[in-house]
C-alpha cells in the first residue's frame, strides 16, 4: 500500500475490482447473444420483408454497435487498469531494490579525531 499525492493504491483491491468488472462484461456477452436470438426470432416470425429490415437494420445500426463500442470501452479500461497495477508495483519493487542496494553498501567512514590508546 503506497500514497500517491493523498491517495492509496492497494493492487489486490484494484484487481478483485477488476475480476468483478470482468465477470459483468462476460454477462454483457451473454446478454447479447440472447438478444439476438431474440431479434431473429422476430424476424422470422415477420414474414414481412419491410419489418424484417427494419429489425435488421436496428440491430445493426444501433443495438449491436453500441453493445460492441460499450464492450471494446469497458475491456480498453480493464487492460489500462491492469497495466496501471503492474507498472505502479514494478516502480514500487524497483525503488525497493534501490533502497535495499542503498542500504546495504559498506560504508566508508573516514574518520579525523581518532583516539588512540599508548601502551
Known amino acids: 500500500m503506497s500514497g500517491v499525492h493523498g491517495y492509496e493504491i492497494v493492487p489486490a483491491t484494484v484487481r478483485g475490482a477488476l475480476r468483478q468488472v470482468?465477470?459483468?462484461?462476460?454477462?454483457?456477452?451473454t446478454q447479447?447473444?440472447?438478444?439476438?436470438?431474440?431479434?431473429?426470432?422476430?424476424?422470422?416470425?415477420?414474414?414481412m420483408r419491410a419489418v424484417t429490415t427494419a429489425?435488421?437494420?436496428?440491430?445493426?445500426?444501433?443495438i449491436?454497435?453500441?453493445?460492441?463500442?460499450?464492450?471494446?470501452?469497458?475491456?480498453?479500461?480493464?487492460t489500462g487498469?491492469?497495466?496501471?497495477?503492474?507498472?505502479?508495483?514494478?516502480?514500487?519493487a524497483t525503488m525497493?531494490?534501490?533502497?535495499?542496494?542503498s542500504m546495504q553498501q559498506s560504508v566508508v567512514l573516514d574518520i579525523d579525531d581518532a583516539l588512540t590508546v599508548e601502551e
Not at 449491436?64 to 480493464?78: C, K, L, S
Open 22 to 29: 470482468r465477470s459483468e462484461r462476460e454477462d454483457l456477452d
Open 32 to 47: 447479447r447473444e440472447a438478444l439476438l436470438g431474440r431479434m431473429e426470432d422476430l424476424m422470422e416470425a415477420a414474414k
Open 55 to 62: 429489425l435488421s437494420s436496428v440491430w445493426n445500426d444501433m
Open 64 to 78: 449491436a454497435m453500441q453493445a460492441e463500442a460499450a464492450g471494446t470501452r469497458i475491456d480498453n479500461a480493464v
Open 81 to 92: 487498469m491492469e497495466e496501471s497495477v503492474q507498472a505502479f508495483e514494478q516502480g514500487d
Open 96 to 101: 525497493m531494490d534501490s533502497a535495499q542496494g
